[in-house]
Structures are given as C-alpha cells and as structure tokens.
C-alpha cells in the first residue's frame, strides 16, 4: 500500500440512502454506510487507513456527533485498514469473530495494533439498537470470506451487503475460506430478508434493491449451473473457461475483473464434491 499515492484518492460527498442512513464513498469506490442520529454515528466499514481524515470529513458534512460504533462487512484491508484510525478514536469497533482473528494474525505483514481489533466480535448476529432502530449485523455462510457480514438498518430499511454483492463478477477469496455456493446461500437470505422497496448498498458499486439481488443471485446460479454440466463432461478447467459459461452474463457483470475469477471459483467448489 505505501506505494500508492493517497493524494489522489478523493472522499465524496454523503448521498443520502433512506432514513438515518447515508452512503460515503471513496478509496477504490468502497461505499461506507453512515447512520446519524442523537445517539451517535455509526459506520460500516472504515476504508483504508490514509484516507480516514477525508473520511471523518465527509462524515462532519452531516453529523458531528461522535463515531461510537464501527462495524466491518470482513477484513480486507479496503474495508477494515482504517480501524487503527477509528479505533484511537474512541469507536467499538464489531465484526465477525474470525475478522479479529485474521486481523491479530495476518497470513501475510504485520499483525494490527491491539485498538484496531474488533471489540464486540460474534459467531452469527449482534444487533445494536441506536438512532431509534435496530441495526443487525448478520453472518449468513463463508462466500466472498468466511467472516461475510451483512448490515441491515431495519427501520430505515436499508442494507449493506459488504462484498457478498458488487457491482460486478464477485471475488470468492479461498485464502479467507470464501465459498460460491455460501455466497449464493448469504443472497438468498438477504432477499427473503428484506422487501421490494429496501435500498441495497454493495460494497462496490451502485446503490441498489432487491430486485438488483435477485439478477445477481440468479446469474451465479446460472453459471455454477452451466459450470457443473460442463464438469460432468469431465472437461478441464481450461477447456471449462474456454467454453465461456459466463458469457451470456458478461455485458452486465464482467467489468474490469472479467469472467475467468468467477468460472474457475465455481469449477473448484465443484470439481471438490
């Protein structure tokens, strides 16, 4: 990270998404959801940790009460580096048990300082009960990692999906226990979760809803699906990727990643059976 130039990463300014929430971007387009109310502000996810000043003041354009929870979606360092930054300031910062873990005990660097390390830390839920609403934070299944969480603000009726939904081809990180299939199971419980007119905050990407989910729920089916028929002809995974299983989905979700990340994870968790 030291070799990026942090001078060019602009912060902008707060959308507002639906009742106490609103949405900060910035960074490599990390969307931050930001309640605000008497009781305090709380953050999801904190970005990385050279733009933590641009980020409080983004923040102060529409509160200045103080930060009191942080709470991160997992522990890659695009959404958890800032909570060095965060946690000096006083913020509780809550996450999956396995983010404190991998944090303290990196496989790779330098192990976080004690104050950046989840304080609350859970196994499947916690709900704080701030800003006159429930806020739930949920691990469904392992998918993009195996300490996925999702934050729904149930009575501004807002959820933020962390990387279980992007705006493009998810990445199923397999160095942090990530699954296709319990990606899928984390989606399918997020849409039966919520309604119709619930706004969908990705962790990359465009401001979204339900029926957004359900187009991307529904393409990984289609490619693990198409994957797997592809397997049970005992094809390669060379000659699986060359068959372009995805391609009748790439206009849409390819972007920047393409289509070869997502084909391999589904012949992997596949070829494993």
Excluded: C
Aim: hydrophobic fraction near 45%; aromatic fraction near 6%; avoid cysteine.
């Amino acid at each position: 990270m030291g070799a990026r130039n942090w001078d060019t990463f602009e912060i902008a300014p707060p959308t507002h998404v639906a009742g106490n929430i609103y949405n900060v971007v910035g960074g490599i387009i990390v969307n931050m959801a930001v309640s605000v109310g008497d009781d305090g502000i709380v953050l999801v996810d904190s970005n990385f940790a050279a733009l933590t000043e641009k980020i409080v003041a983004a923040i102060r354009e529409i509160s200045g009460e103080p930060i009191r929870f942080l709470i991160d979606t997992h522990d890659h360092a695009d959404h958890a580096d800032g909570n060095v930054n965060f946690g000096q300031s006083g913020a509780i910062i809550v996450a999956h048990d396995t983010v404190r873990v991998r944090l303290a005990n990196p496989r790779q660097g330098t192990a976080a300082p004690l104050v950046a390390l989840p304080v609350l830390t859970f196994a499947d839920g916690i709900s704080l009960h701030i800003n006159g609403e429930e806020v739930q934070a949920i691990h469904v299944a392992a998918g993009h990692t195996d300490a996925d969480v999702i934050v729904y603000f149930r009575g501004s009726d807002v959820i933020h999906m962390g990387d279980v939904f992007v705006g493009q081809y998810p990445l199923i990180d397999v160095t942090r226990g990530g699954s296709y299939i319990g990606l899928i199971q984390t989606l399918d419980f997020a849409i039966a979760l919520i309604g119709r007119d619930t706004k969908v905050i990705p962790g990359h990407g465009p401001i979204g809803d339900r029926e957004d989910m359900i187009e991307y729920r529904n393409m990984l089916r289609d490619i693990y699906d198409r994957v797997s028929a592809l397997v049970a002809e005992e094809l390669t995974l060379d000659q699986v990727v060359a068959a372009r299983p995805a391609s009748a989905h790439d206009e849409r979700w390819a972007g920047g990643r393409g289509s070869d990340g997502i084909i391999r994870a589904a012949f992997r968790e596949i070829s494993a059976q």
